[in-house]
T-cell receptor, first 112, second 114 residues
Framework: SQKIEQNSEALNIQEGKTATLTCNYT??????LQWYRQDPGRGPVFLLL???NEKEKRKERLKVTFDTTLKQSLFHITASQPADSATYLC???????????WGAGTKLIIKP | ETGVTQTPRHLVMGMTNKKSLKCEQH?????MYWYKQSAKKPLELMFV???????ENNSVPSRFSPECPNSSHLFLHLHTLQPEDSALYLC?????????????FGPGTRLTVT
Protein backbone atom coordinates (compact mmCIF):
# COMPACT_ATOMS: atom_id res chain seq x y z
CA SER A 1 0.00 0.00 0.00
CA GLN A 2 1.03 3.60 -0.49
CA LYS A 3 2.93 5.06 2.43
CA ILE A 4 4.44 8.42 3.37
CA GLU A 5 7.11 8.95 6.01
CA GLN A 6 8.10 12.21 7.63
CA ASN A 7 10.50 12.53 10.52
CA SER A 8 8.32 12.25 13.59
CA GLU A 9 10.86 13.91 15.86
CA ALA A 10 10.84 17.66 16.20
CA LEU A 11 13.52 19.52 14.30
CA ASN A 12 15.30 22.28 16.23
CA ILE A 13 17.06 24.90 14.13
CA GLN A 14 18.86 28.09 15.09
CA GLU A 15 17.35 31.27 13.72
CA GLY A 16 18.98 32.33 10.47
CA LYS A 17 19.98 28.81 9.46
CA THR A 18 18.38 26.67 6.76
CA ALA A 19 15.83 24.12 7.89
CA THR A 20 15.44 20.98 5.78
CA LEU A 21 12.51 18.60 6.18
CA THR A 22 12.15 15.24 4.47
CA CYS A 23 9.19 13.42 2.96
CA ASN A 24 9.73 9.85 1.76
CA TYR A 25 7.15 7.73 0.01
CA THR A 26 6.92 4.12 -1.11
CA UNK A 27 5.06 1.84 -3.46
CA UNK A 28 3.97 4.26 -6.13
CA UNK A 29 4.87 7.15 -8.39
CA UNK A 30 2.81 10.27 -7.69
CA UNK A 31 2.31 12.87 -10.36
CA UNK A 32 2.81 15.68 -7.86
CA LEU A 33 3.44 16.41 -4.21
CA GLN A 34 2.16 19.15 -1.94
CA TRP A 35 3.53 20.77 1.22
CA TYR A 36 1.40 22.38 3.90
CA ARG A 37 2.03 24.22 7.14
CA GLN A 38 -0.10 23.66 10.24
CA ASP A 39 -0.07 25.80 13.38
CA PRO A 40 -1.49 24.49 16.69
CA GLY A 41 -5.28 24.53 16.76
CA ARG A 42 -5.58 25.47 13.08
CA GLY A 43 -6.10 23.74 9.78
CA PRO A 44 -3.22 23.12 7.36
CA VAL A 45 -2.30 25.92 4.97
CA PHE A 46 -1.07 25.14 1.45
CA LEU A 47 2.49 26.21 0.68
CA LEU A 48 3.81 24.64 -2.51
CA LEU A 49 3.01 22.03 -5.13
CA UNK A 50 5.70 20.35 -7.22
CA UNK A 51 5.06 18.12 -10.22
CA UNK A 52 6.98 14.97 -11.09
CA ASN A 53 8.69 16.66 -14.03
CA GLU A 54 9.91 19.55 -11.85
CA LYS A 55 13.11 19.02 -9.94
CA GLU A 56 12.81 22.15 -7.84
CA LYS A 57 10.23 24.81 -6.93
CA ARG A 58 10.79 28.07 -5.05
CA LYS A 59 8.59 30.56 -3.26
CA GLU A 60 10.28 33.37 -1.36
CA ARG A 61 12.40 31.63 1.33
CA LEU A 62 10.92 28.22 0.59
CA LYS A 63 12.36 25.62 -1.76
CA VAL A 64 11.03 22.16 -2.53
CA THR A 65 12.79 19.39 -4.44
CA PHE A 66 11.25 16.22 -5.83
CA ASP A 67 13.44 13.20 -6.58
CA THR A 68 11.30 10.51 -8.17
CA THR A 69 14.24 8.08 -8.24
CA LEU A 70 14.84 8.34 -4.51
CA LYS A 71 11.07 8.72 -3.91
CA GLN A 72 11.78 11.73 -1.75
CA SER A 73 10.92 15.38 -1.43
CA LEU A 74 12.96 17.88 0.55
CA PHE A 75 11.48 21.09 1.91
CA HIS A 76 13.91 23.90 2.73
CA ILE A 77 13.36 27.15 4.60
CA THR A 78 16.30 29.51 4.25
CA ALA A 79 17.09 32.31 6.72
CA SER A 80 14.69 30.66 9.16
CA GLN A 81 12.76 32.77 11.66
CA PRO A 82 10.94 31.90 14.90
CA ALA A 83 7.68 32.62 13.04
CA ASP A 84 8.46 29.62 10.81
CA SER A 85 7.93 27.32 13.79
CA ALA A 86 5.04 25.01 12.94
CA THR A 87 4.29 21.48 11.79
CA TYR A 88 4.92 20.84 8.11
CA LEU A 89 2.94 18.20 6.24
CA CYS A 90 3.52 16.60 2.88
CA UNK A 91 0.70 15.09 0.85
CA UNK A 92 0.57 13.01 -2.31
CA UNK A 93 -2.33 11.91 -4.52
CA UNK A 94 -3.60 8.40 -4.16
CA UNK A 95 -4.56 6.28 -7.14
CA UNK A 96 -8.04 7.73 -6.75
CA UNK A 97 -8.29 11.19 -8.28
CA UNK A 98 -10.07 12.57 -5.29
CA UNK A 99 -7.78 11.66 -2.46
CA UNK A 100 -4.53 12.81 -0.96
CA UNK A 101 -2.58 10.72 1.50
CA TRP A 102 -0.81 12.68 4.18
CA GLY A 103 2.36 12.36 6.19
CA ALA A 104 2.08 12.73 9.96
CA GLY A 105 4.12 15.94 9.76
CA THR A 106 7.38 17.19 11.19
CA LYS A 107 7.37 19.80 13.93
CA LEU A 108 9.89 22.54 13.24
CA ILE A 109 11.14 24.75 16.07
CA ILE A 110 13.23 27.79 15.20
CA LYS A 111 15.13 29.08 18.22
CA PRO A 112 16.07 32.77 18.50
CA GLU B 1 -8.41 33.66 6.76
CA THR B 2 -8.68 30.77 4.32
CA GLY B 3 -12.26 31.33 3.18
CA VAL B 4 -13.46 28.16 4.90
CA THR B 5 -15.35 28.48 8.17
CA GLN B 6 -16.35 25.78 10.62
CA THR B 7 -18.73 25.78 13.57
CA PRO B 8 -18.60 25.05 16.36
CA ARG B 9 -14.90 25.38 17.13
CA HIS B 10 -15.20 23.19 20.20
CA LEU B 11 -17.76 20.52 21.04
CA VAL B 12 -18.16 18.23 24.01
CA MET B 13 -20.78 15.55 23.68
CA GLY B 14 -21.87 12.42 25.42
CA MET B 15 -22.01 9.08 23.66
CA THR B 16 -25.79 9.22 23.37
CA ASN B 17 -25.99 12.76 21.98
CA LYS B 18 -26.67 13.86 18.42
CA LYS B 19 -24.83 16.87 17.08
CA SER B 20 -23.81 18.35 13.75
CA LEU B 21 -20.68 20.06 12.51
CA LYS B 22 -21.04 22.75 9.90
CA CYS B 23 -18.63 23.92 7.22
CA GLU B 24 -19.02 26.76 4.74
CA GLN B 25 -16.66 27.80 1.98
CA HIS B 26 -16.66 31.21 0.32
CA UNK B 27 -14.21 30.38 -2.45
CA UNK B 28 -16.51 29.13 -5.19
CA UNK B 29 -14.93 25.69 -5.04
CA UNK B 30 -16.59 22.54 -6.35
CA UNK B 31 -15.15 19.94 -3.96
CA MET B 32 -15.43 19.67 -0.18
CA TYR B 33 -13.84 17.25 2.26
CA TRP B 34 -14.13 16.02 5.83
CA TYR B 35 -10.94 14.91 7.59
CA LYS B 36 -10.24 13.50 11.03
CA GLN B 37 -6.97 14.46 12.72
CA SER B 38 -5.85 12.62 15.83
CA ALA B 39 -2.72 13.49 17.79
CA LYS B 40 0.51 12.58 16.00
CA LYS B 41 -1.37 10.77 13.23
CA PRO B 42 -1.76 11.69 9.56
CA LEU B 43 -4.93 13.33 8.38
CA GLU B 44 -7.57 10.71 7.68
CA LEU B 45 -9.92 11.46 4.82
CA MET B 46 -13.50 10.65 5.73
CA PHE B 47 -15.68 11.94 2.90
CA VAL B 48 -15.33 13.80 -0.38
CA UNK B 49 -18.06 15.66 -2.23
CA UNK B 50 -17.63 16.91 -5.77
CA UNK B 51 -20.39 19.07 -7.24
CA UNK B 52 -22.56 18.06 -4.29
CA UNK B 53 -22.20 14.36 -5.02
CA UNK B 54 -20.36 12.09 -2.60
CA UNK B 55 -17.44 10.55 -4.48
CA GLU B 56 -15.39 8.97 -1.70
CA ASN B 57 -16.35 7.29 1.54
CA ASN B 58 -13.42 5.75 3.32
CA SER B 59 -15.02 3.02 5.39
CA VAL B 60 -16.23 5.51 7.94
CA PRO B 61 -18.53 4.16 10.68
CA SER B 62 -22.19 4.88 10.12
CA ARG B 63 -22.31 6.99 13.28
CA PHE B 64 -20.81 9.71 11.04
CA SER B 65 -23.21 10.93 8.37
CA PRO B 66 -22.27 13.66 5.89
CA GLU B 67 -24.60 16.01 4.07
CA CYS B 68 -23.83 18.43 1.26
CA PRO B 69 -26.93 20.51 0.43
CA ASN B 70 -25.04 22.75 -2.01
CA SER B 71 -21.50 23.38 -3.16
CA SER B 72 -20.83 25.92 -0.39
CA HIS B 73 -22.04 23.97 2.63
CA LEU B 74 -21.06 20.68 4.20
CA PHE B 75 -22.34 19.06 7.36
CA LEU B 76 -21.18 16.13 9.45
CA HIS B 77 -23.94 14.63 11.58
CA LEU B 78 -22.78 12.77 14.65
CA HIS B 79 -24.67 10.23 16.74
CA THR B 80 -23.79 7.61 19.35
CA LEU B 81 -20.09 8.42 19.11
CA GLN B 82 -17.34 6.61 20.99
CA PRO B 83 -14.54 8.16 23.08
CA GLU B 84 -12.03 7.19 20.36
CA ASP B 85 -13.86 9.57 18.02
CA SER B 86 -12.45 12.48 20.00
CA ALA B 87 -10.25 14.39 17.54
CA LEU B 88 -9.94 17.54 15.46
CA TYR B 89 -12.38 17.44 12.55
CA LEU B 90 -11.28 19.49 9.59
CA CYS B 91 -13.25 20.62 6.60
CA UNK B 92 -11.49 21.54 3.36
CA UNK B 93 -12.40 22.65 -0.12
CA UNK B 94 -10.66 22.72 -3.48
CA UNK B 95 -11.41 24.05 -6.92
CA UNK B 96 -12.02 20.56 -8.16
CA UNK B 97 -11.89 17.14 -6.58
CA UNK B 98 -9.77 15.89 -9.44
CA UNK B 99 -6.30 16.88 -10.38
CA UNK B 100 -3.58 18.70 -8.57
CA UNK B 101 -5.50 21.46 -6.82
CA UNK B 102 -4.49 22.59 -3.39
CA UNK B 103 -6.93 22.26 -0.53
CA UNK B 104 -8.08 25.08 1.72
CA PHE B 105 -8.85 24.11 5.28
CA GLY B 106 -11.10 25.52 7.94
CA PRO B 107 -9.90 25.96 11.52
CA GLY B 108 -11.44 22.67 12.61
CA THR B 109 -13.82 21.53 15.32
CA ARG B 110 -12.18 20.07 18.42
CA LEU B 111 -14.53 17.24 19.42
CA THR B 112 -14.45 15.55 22.80
CA VAL B 113 -16.68 12.54 23.40
CA THR B 114 -17.29 11.76 27.06
Amino acid sequence: SQKIEQNSEALNIQEGKTATLTCNYTNYSPAYLQWYRQDPGRGPVFLLLIRENEKEKRKERLKVTFDTTLKQSLFHITASQPADSATYLCALPMDSNYQLIWGAGTKLIIKP
Amino acid sequence: ETGVTQTPRHLVMGMTNKKSLKCEQHLGHNAMYWYKQSAKKPLELMFVYSLEERVENNSVPSRFSPECPNSSHLFLHLHTLQPEDSALYLCASSRSGQGNYEQYFGPGTRLTVT
